[in-house]
């Protein structure tokens, strides 16, 4: 069984950081591409960055310049540095990867978690 599990959300003032962490676990061979998301309420999932696992990222334009995502490979682990924080920020954040299992190492599968909530507001 394979899991995400986001942790690092919670409710922090305008101007300030966060830092969300993921962490995958499980029988997994493979994790070529990990990323984050998010959706506020009553709007679409949208791309926040990926990484993959040489480090070469990719940043929805939106994002540029707030966001930084970065991983540990040896910890199956992908970050999402927040700064300057906005409330139209506020959303769940949720983890996402691409990988393949220990049982199928040839197979890529797409894995969520449950998401963290991030809430920006005074």
């Known amino acids: 069984q394979v899991q995400l599990v986001e942790s690092g959300g919670g409710l922090v003032q305008p101007g300030g950081s966060l830092r969300l962490s993921c962490t995958a676990s499980?029988?997994?061979?493979?994790?070529?591409?990990m990323g984050w998301y998010r959706q506020a309420p009553g709007k679409q999932r949208d791309l926040v960055a990926r990484i993959n696992s040489g480090g070469s990222t990719n940043y929805a334009d939106l994002m540029k310049g707030r966001f930084t995502i970065s991983r540990d490979n040896a910890k199956n682990t992908v970050y999402l540095q927040i700064d300057s924080l906005k409330p139209e920020d506020t959303a769940v954040y949720l983890c996402n990867a691409i990988l393949s299992r220990a049982t199928a190492p040839g197979r890529f599968e797409t894995y969520w978690g449950q998401g963290t909530q991030v809430t920006v507001s005074s």
């Open positions: 499980g029988s997994i061979f493979s994790i070529p591409t």
